[in-house]
C-alpha cells in the first residue's frame, strides 16, 4: 500500500541518515500468517506465500517465530516497569482494510479450528520460501550457461527450455525479461505464460508484447527478447 511504502522510505532514509546497516521491524508469526492468507486469496505463487523473509537486506525482523500476544505482553510488562501506557493505532480495527479483516479471521478460525492455524500458515510461508529459492537457483544456473545477451538483445535456444519444469522456465523468462529492461512489478504471471507459449505451444504465432515495450519472439528456433522504443497500444 501507499502508507506501506511511504513508511519503508522515511525508514530507509533515516538508516542512510545514522549510517545504519539493519533495521528492526516488529512482524510476529501473526502478521507472517495473515501475509500468507491475504496472497493465498489473490493467487499468488510460491515466492509471494513465502510472504517476509527473517533477513532481507537491510530489514530484519527478529519476531518473526513470535505469537504477538506474546509480543504484547512482554511490550505491556516492560512499559508498565516504566509507567508507560502503550498506544494502539485505531486502524489496526478498521475493517475497510483488508488486513484487518483477515486477522479477524484468523482470529475465528483458531477459536473454531485450534490455535495451530496461525502456525501453520506461518510454517507453509518457510517452506514455501525454501522451495521457490531452490528453484530460483535452478533458474538462475540456467541463465547462466543457456542465455546470450548481446546487441540489445536476450536469448536462448528453444531446446534448452523444453522437457524442464515450467516452474524453472517460467522464472527464466521472467528473469530475460527483466534483463532487457522490464519492470518486475508491471510483468504478471499471464505475461510470463504468453511468453512460455512461444515454447510450449508453437504455431508460428507472433510476438508477445509485454509492458514496458518489452517483446518476446520466437525466430529460427531461439526465444529472443528484446525492448522496442515504440510502445504497443
Known sequence: SAARDARYEALTASAEQQNSKVVLLGHTQDDQAETVLLRLARGSGARSLAAMASVNGLWHRPLL?????????????LLAQLGE???RDPHNADRQ???????QLLESLGDDLGPGVVVGLARSASMLR???DGLDELADALFEDAVTIADGSV?????ELEGIPRAIRTRLIRAMCIEIGGVPGDLSRD?????DRLVTQWAGQGPAFLPGGVQA?????????????????
Do not use: G, K, M
Not at 97 to 103: E, L, N, T
Not at 217 to 233: G, P
Open 155 to 159: 536469448s536462448v535456444e528453444i531446446n
Open 217 to 233: 519472439l520466437r525466430a529460427y528456433d531461439r526465444l529472443t527478447v528484446i525492448r522496442s522504443t515504440q510502445q504497443r497500444e
Open 97 to 103: 482494510f483488508a488486513r484487518v479483516r483477515v486477522r
Open 65 to 77: 517465530e513470535i505469537p504477538r500476544a506474546v509480543v504484547h505482553e512482554s511490550a505491556n510488562e
Open 191 to 195: 505475461h510470463v505464460l504468453a511468453v
Open 130 to 132: 525454501d522451495d521457490a
Open 85 to 87: 501506557q502503550p498506544w
